[in-house]
């Protein structure tokens, strides 16, 4: 299935990061000229919108092929990133048709490619359902710090854990779902009383919770940029489906650990930091798990998209 041509005006940018609290300044139409360095020449779209973007034009693929797929525990999603897509840059999302997993886990897998008009990369990734998350399978509620009775923007487990707390409410899933270029009746509509948050939605408070650590830790979001390089995040389903506005997630931001890739899109950037990323909802409920790489943008040989 190929869409297009589309577009992200700067309206749809600024409902997005407003929706997230994401105040990266490379979103921002007046912030992004004191970037040190910044080749965009103006604000780019948020990496979760496009993320949000490619997740439901791979459901519509299956609602639309009438596709019954038993119901998965888990749904993950692999992206990489290798460029930026600027506020009114036409684009194209091509997404390929469900494959079954017959010799590993039996799940299902759908590939999806963002491309500019001139066919230059944007994004490129995959969802895959399954019994398991692909992503820190191993770890367990358990395994994280506690997080009931610990105040916002707490560090945690002598300090390599950060804790950011967000509470969901519609208004923003709704707006999150619009500025992706999403139809938001196919999430939230009160008079079927529907309510499902998007997957993409709460895993992009993610990037709240990183910007939130690196004020913590003073650093100069302008004098020394960071871009992501790509985002691997495991989804458990029967929590993401119970969410409801008002409920509490817990956002545990660990690491860097500093990495250095010799295969794909993210190699020859340099070092790397590497975060581990889990949301906890309702205190007790471990909803999604991610690893994200960033890179600082002076290091890049491409222009990746943050």
Not at 48 to 68: K, M, N, P, V, W
Not at 263 to 273: I, K, S
Not at 301 to 306: F, G, L, Q
């Amino acid at each position: 299935m190929r869409e297009g041509p589309l577009r992200f005006d700067q309206i749809h940018i600024d409902v997005a990061r407003n929706a997230t609290d994401d105040f990266n300044p490379f979103h921002d139409p007046g912030r992004w000229r004191n970037i040190h360095g910044n080749p965009f020449a103006g604000p780019i779209a948020l990496g979760f919108q496009l993320e949000l973007l490619a997740a439901d034009r791979i459901s519509r693929l299956r609602r639309d092929a009438a596709e019954t797929l038993p119901a998965s525990a888990f749904s993950s999603y692999d992206f990489r990133f290798a460029n930026a897509l600027r506020a009114g840059e036409v684009f194209y999302v091509d997404v390929r048709k469900t494959l079954r997993d017959h010799q590993g886990d039996g799940g299902y897998t759908n590939r999806v490619v963002l491309r500019k008009q001139n066919g230059d990369l944007v994004l490129m990734g995959n969802r895959h359902d399954a019994a398991c998350a692909r992503f820190l399978p191993e770890w367990q509620l358990g395994d994280l710090p506690g997080t009931k009775g610990r105040q916002d923007r707490a560090l945690l487990a002598d300090n390599d854990w950060f804790l950011k707390r967000k509470y969901l409410n519609t208004s923003n899933g709704k707006n999150f779902a619009v500025g992706a270029l999403c139809q938001q009746s196919d999430y939230f509509d009160e008079i079927c009383d529907k309510v499902h948050f998007p997957a993409l939605f709460t895993a992009s408070l993610i990037s709240c919770a990183l910007l939130e650590r690196g004020r913590h830790a003073n650093y100069d979001f302008e004098a020394d940029p960071m871009v992501y390089l790509s985002h691997q995040i495991s989804i458990d389903n029967q929590v993401q489906d119970s969410l409801r506005s008002n409920d509490c997630l817990d956002i545990l931001v660990e690491g860097p650990s500093i990495t250095t890739d010799t295969r794909g899109l993210t190699a020859g950037h340099g070092e790397q930091m590497t975060y581990r990323c889990f949301g906890i909802a309702r205190e007790s409920e471990l909803l999604f798990r991610a690893v994200v790489k960033l890179a600082p943008l002076h290091a890049m040989t491409a222009s990746p998209v943050t």
